[in-house]
Structure formats: C-alpha cells, structure tokens
C-alpha cells in the first residue's frame, strides 16, 4: 500500500533531535527524506549515547528512512548543490543559529527563488527573533524556561530537568505537524511559506493553563510530587513484593471505585469527596488509605484486583518491562527492524496506524553519506561534477 505522505521529499538539514525527528515522522509515513550532512562533522546524535561495535545506536532510530548524505553548505559548490536540490524538494527543515543560512546565501529568498513552493521549517531554540533569537540554546533551556522544571520534582527539592529530550520531542511532534500544516496552505495557495519553530513555545502549551491561571487568579503552580492539585488519590504506591504502581482518579467515578476496593467506602460520603480539587487538598488522607491496601498486596494482585475493580491503575515499568509488556506487544510498537551493520534492532514503531495509508520503517540509519553519489547522480551530476565538489572540500 502507498503511505500517505509518499511522493513528498524533505531535505533534513537539522542536528540534535527536534529538527531531525520531525524529518523522521514525516519518513515513516511515507516522505523521501534526505539527510545532509556535514562532510566532516556529521550529526552528533551519531555519538550520543551508547554504541555497539562502533555504530551509534541513537542514530538507528533518528536516521531511519532517510537517505544519508555529505555537503559544506558554506563552499560555493555546497551552496550551489543545496539549491538544486531545494529546487526538486517540497520541505527544507535546518535549526542553524538565525542567520546562518543567509551568510551562505541559503535563505529564505534564496531558497524561494529555487522553488517557490518550497516549505523551509526553520527550528531554533528562541525562534527567528526577538532579545535571545542569536543565543544559543538546546531543550533543556526550554524545560526551565517554560515552567516545566519549577512544577516537577518534591516539594521540597530543586526543581527537575527530565533525563531526556522532552522539549526538543515535543518540539518534533509540533514541527510535524506544522510542516504538513504549511503544505496544507501550500495546495491552496500554490506557493510555499516559511516555518518558524521556537522549542521554548510548543512545551508552554503541553503545560497547560498555567498562563492563564495566572493571568485571572495571579495563581503560580507548585511542585507536587506526584500528586496533582486537580485530583487525588493520584499517585505511586509501593507494592509488597517491592514493585510500584501508579494510580489516577480523574473521574469522579473511578475515585470511587478505588476507595471501595481499598476497603474505605466510608470516605466517598466525605462532603470533600464529591470534588476533585477538594480531594486533592485532602492528599495525606487518601494515600494513606490506598498506600496501606497496596503494601499489603503484589504488584500483580495490585493490578489483577484494580482491574477487576474497573480502577486505573498501571505498573511502574522500566525498558526491561517495556519490552514484554503484552500490550505493547500486541500493537506492535516495539517492532523488528533488519540492520545491514547491527542485524535484527528492536525500535519504538511508527506513532499511530492507519487503517488504509499506514507508516512503515523501511530501513534504520544509514551510515554517513552512505547515498551521496546516487543522490548527486539523480540530480544529473556527473562523475566529473561530483570529483570536482570533493577537490573543493564540498562532499
């Protein structure tokens, strides 16, 4: 079956995460994706993390279905060859410092002229402009500055980075989506436009209505643990065999049930009970109710009786688990992918499936500029042409 997005060719011209997975989400359904590279410096999530026999295992899963090649935007010939490319492509995505792309003469004017239905996704820490447009900056900026680190952690403790690339994943997902926004206009109007992506913003809006909280009740959010201010009992409970579940209750309902299977149907005719504000503010009481009945059973009895209950309820699990779990076994979403240098790799899946038009991972990542040749030679580049860009320090 045709993925829905084939036929669309994206040039990923990003580094480090948000730019590059948004490439990479757009190639699982289907988009001819081009990876370019430095011919010297590549993209440095080839590094990052552990690697086996050499090869970057972060890269496997950022990298895949895209095809992978070097260029110097910076030496003319770089310069010239991006724009033919640019010319036969539908998206550009490149999170450069603002600025950068025009010193190469690469801008949006530039790359416009080449191919004016062209869609340059532009994704930057602080965005295109204003007093920290030039700053440098990664996600982790974007975890402190949006207000994401000041709610997470105890309340007692220093607020908490997360130990991984929330901001920048977020940021991804919106770029994804942003981009096929922008091609959206694009078939109405027939001329493309420019994206303008700061990562400190879509965070802020995962966050919820803090800003406006703030703006009509001068309301600022706290750390709370893992309890919530909206709802409790919400949080994790240690089992007996030294396991953790966590519990919601944002239905009123399912509160209920909760306290009935702990054993504490007396709660539920508390006046506070009826709201989940008000039971929040009576955390401590809660807790210890559905604490107690949890250290007395087994993670298993934990979730075989909430289940029963018709109560939420989930393990705690780490990768380990993450692997056998049942359910993500049967949707499939740690799937097998071949690996001509790794052999068989097990990767998350693609992010949702399609009844008719699914995503596939056709292939994990590729080797630095494994594809040069073949993609200079579809653009009509001789064997000629391509010596003289690698005597000039272009490839």
């Known amino acids: 079956m045709t993925a829905p997005l084939t036929g669309l ?8 995460f948000a730019g590059p997975l948004a490439a990479t989400l757009l190639g699982d359904f289907g988009a001819e994706v081009i990876k370019v590279e430095h011919p010297v410096r590549p993209d440095p999530s080839r590094g990052h993390g552990p690697a086996k026999d050499g090869v970057g295992l ?20 770089g310069r010239a060859t991006l724009l033919r490319l640019a010319a036969t492509a539908d998206v550009v995505i490149e999170n450069f410092r603002p600025g950068t792309l025009e010193k190469w003469g690469l801008g949006w004017d530039e790359l416009s002229a080449a191919n004016p239905r062209l869609v340059l996704a532009r994704v930057t820490a602080f965005g295109q402009f204003g007093p920290y447009a030039h700053r440098p900056g990664f996600g982790t900026l974007a975890e402190a500055m949006s207000g994401f680190a000041a709610i997470t952690g105890e309340p007692e403790a220093p607020p ?10 977020i940021a991804a997902l919106t770029t994804a989506y ?3 926004t922008a091609l959206a206009g694009r078939d109405r109007t027939g001329v493309g436009q420019v994206v303008d992506l700061a990562i400190i913003e879509p965070i802020l ?12 009740l001068g309301h600022v959010q706290e750390r709370t643990g893992n309890r919530s201010q909206n709802n409790a009992p919400r949080n994790t409970y240690r089992t007996a065999d030294g396991g953790w579940v966590a519990v919601s209750t944002s ?21 506070w009970f009826a709201s ?11 807790d210890e109710a559905v604490g107690g009945w949890i250290a007395r059973h087994t993670r298993a009895e934990v979730l075989k009786e909430f289940e029963q209950a018709e109560a939420a309820v989930a393990p705690v699990q780490d990768v380990r688990d993450v692997m056998t779990d049942p359910q993500y076994t049967a949707l499939d979403t740690i799937t097998t992918v071949p690996d001509p240098e790794l052999g068989r790799l097990r990767m998350q899946n693609v992010l949702f499936r399609l009844s008719a038009t699914p995503g596939a991972i056709r292939w994990a990542g590729r080797p630095h500029g494994a594809d040069t040749r073949v993609i200079l030679g579809e653009l009509g580049l001789t064997d000629g042409d391509i010596a003289a860009l690698e005597a000039e320090g272009a490839l």
């Open 9 to 16: 060719r994206v040039l990923d011209l990003a580094t480090l």
């Open 58 to 77: 972060w890269w496997k899963l950022l990298g895949r279905n895209k095809r992978t090649m070097t260029l110097d935007l910076s030496r003319p010939g």
């Open 160 to 169: 908490t980075l997360p130990p991984f690339g929330l901001a920048d994943s």
């Open 178 to 180: 942003a981009v096929l």
């Open 205 to 216: 809006t995962v966050l919820g209505p803090q800003p406006i909280w703030y703006d009509q």
């Open 251 to 271: 239905a009123q309902s399912v509160a209920e049930r909760v306290m009935r299977l702990v054993g504490r149907p007396e709660v539920i005719e508390e006046p």
């Open 276 to 286: 989940g504000e008000e039971r929040a503010r009576h955390a401590d009481v809660l």
